[in-house]
């Protein structure tokens, strides 16, 4: 008999799991997105994105209206499925160290709708050795199940566009999982690489480490500038116009979000905690709030300042907060500060004011995250500005 649904993607709801259901749904399989968030289910049976995600709405609405997407809160759903793609990953604990009791708790709540003969497949990171653990748990509760590790490099936001175009990687505990892996994921890749479980799953965590370490050299520049009193990107500029070897150099800015400090920190784990260079990063990237408002103190007195955090999203173009350093940012200044205000386009919050009334109600303005929208802003002769990303185009020394 076959089976209801092709594919059901646990975490269907979220910012991974919703993209890669559409595009598979497009790809004319039969797709179950089950999620427990019962908040946005109504949204997503009218064909409504519950957050950004560039081309989200048109796909969305075409693949629910023609009944190859069914957004469910059910985990029978789970059972009516050839293939699962789970999309919840390896959390880091307030020690730094990889928890995994939410993912043995994940499986011993839904073991009973696996059945054998499933492929299932982990999507998000994990650390390391975690996708054959989950193999020999499945096969220790008598369930015979293919098992994969697949992970996503999307760049939030653009994940309807990225699946399509990026190279997928796969895995399998043995030869028919990783072929069965391989002619899912045909359906929406050009190309395929094959590695093995541990393989793809370092291979994740090495992408987000790098780039987390390329950001927080940018950052430790901008800080060895400023010491200096020097506009760090007035030499950026110069130093990367027509020059190859340094065209890869990013801007700094306020490096954060839910991937890459936690990754960074599960390959430090991984290796004992002997990753020094890692290491380093996450103080450069984490410190930077501290660093910009430490600079402020020494030329101002902040307790007779307002001062606005312009853009809370963890990154430009988002509605996603997710261990945002806007927030540190926030919390460091209600200390230091008179008055702290905060904005965002995309981030409706209580005592969130509009971009407009930040820039007139502040004495100095942070520019956290660079949303497009703020070009045009009216900023008043004499504010502060403090503009990391160099987002206005007239340097940064703080």
């Known amino acids: 008999m076959k089976d209801e649904f092709d594919i059901c993607v646990i975490g269907g709801f979220g910012h991974v799991g919703l993209p890669l259901s559409i595009a598979f749904a497009d790809a ?35 693949v629910v209206k023609s009944g190859m997407l069914k957004p469910s809160l059910s985990p029978d759903d789970i059972t009516k499925s050839t293939n699962v793609i789970i999309v919840i990953g390896t959390p880091t604990d307030t020690h730094l160290s990889p928890e995994f009791e939410s993912m043995k708790a994940f499986l011993g709540q839904y073991m009973r709708h696996f059945k054998d003969g499933q492929l299932l497949i982990l999507r998000s990171t994990v650390y390391p050795g975690t ?49 069965r892996a391989k002619e899912l994921f045909s359906a929406i890749a050009k190309e395929i690489l094959v590695l093995k479980p541990m393989e793809a799953e370092v291979a994740k965590l090495l992408t987000n480490s790098w780039r987390y370490i390329k950001f927080s050299v940018a950052n430790q520049f901008l800080m060895i500038c400023n010491d200096t009193g020097l506009d760090f990107y007035k030499i950026y500029d110069a130093l990367t116009y027509n020059y190859p070897r340094a065209k890869d150099m990013p801007r700094a800015g306020f490096a954060s979000g839910p991937c890459l400090f936690k990754d960074t920190v599960q390959l430090s784990a991984f290796n004992n905690h002997g990753f020094p260079v890692g290491n380093s990063a996450m103080l450069i990237n984490e410190g930077l709030p501290f660093y910009v408002i430490g600079k402020l103190k020494e030329k101002h007195n902040l307790k007779s300042k307002t001062i606005g955090i312009l853009g809370m999203a963890f990154k430009a173009g988002s509605d996603d907060r997710r261990d945002s350093l806007s927030y540190k940012l926030k919390t460091l200044l209600e200390f230091e500060a008179k008055k702290t205000l905060c904005s965002d386009v995309y981030i409706n919050e209580q005592g969130f004011v509009s971009a407009q009334e930040l820039a007139d109600k502040s004495d100095i303005i942070i520019v956290a995250t660079p949303h497009r929208e703020y070009k045009n802003l009216k900023i008043k002769d004499g504010k502060i500005v403090v503009d990391v990303w160099n987002f206005y185009g007239k340097g940064c020394i703080i």
Not at 38 to 50: E, F, N, R, V, Y
Not at 136 to 152: M, Q, Y
């Open 131 to 179: 996708t054959d653990m989950i193999s020999r748990t499945l096969a220790e509760n008598g369930k015979r199940i293919d098992v994969s590790f697949c992970p996503e490099r999307i760049a939030e936001g653009y994940a309807l566009k990225e699946i399509y175009e990026l190279p997928q990687i796969v895995s399998g505990t043995t030869p028919e999982a990783e072929k």
């Open 28 to 62: 004319g399989k039969r797709v179950c997105a089950f999620d427990i968030a019962k908040d946005k289910i109504d949204i997503l049976k009218k064909g409504k994105m519950p957050f950004m995600e560039e081309g989200g709405d048109a796909k969305l609405d075409k």
